[in-house]
Nanobody
Framework: QVQLVESGGGLVQAGGSLSVSCAAS??????????MAWFRQAPGKEREFVAQ???????THADSVKGRFTISRDNAKNTVYLQMNSLKPEDTAVYYC????????????????????WGQGTQVTVSS
């Protein structure tokens, strides 16, 4: 059984910074074999892609967060991070960690449907 546990959410003022992390575990879960990603979901909106990263550190970010957010991972700690800078009120959402063994191209093609493992989410609230 795979577990993804997010932490680090909270309340921050606009323009501030926050970092969230996601620790992955599981008896048969091999962290290096998985693309890790962050998604977010605001109230009344669909879950949307934020960023993804493969085992070697290759990453991509949504246009809405590019230049402000940075995804990273520590394969030795089975942990993926999301550093969020210059936060805006519209960044307010529940942030979810996700993992998949799908290929990079499949993730680009299928989006969140490519991810089979999800965390419980952590709330990030940005006040104006």
């Amino acid at each position: 059984q795979v577990q993804l546990v997010e932490s680090g959410g909270g309340l921050v003022q606009a323009g501030g910074s926050l970092s969230v992390s996601c620790a992955a575990s599981g008896r048969t879960f091999i962290f290096r074999n998985h693309i890790m990603a962050w998604f977010r979901q605001a109230p009344g909106k669909e879950r949307e892609f934020v960023a993804q990263i493969n085992w070697s550190g290759m990453s991509t970010h949504a246009d809405s967060v590019k230049g402000r957010f940075t995804i990273s991972r520590d394969n030795a700690k089975n942990t993926v991070y999301l550093q969020m800078n210059s936060l805006k009120p519209e960044d307010t959402a529940v942030y979810y960690c996700a993992a998949t063994r799908a290929t990079w191209d499949d993730v680009r093609a299928y989006g969140l449907r490519a991810f089979g493992y999800w965390g419980q989410g952590t709330q990030v609230t940005v006040s104006s």
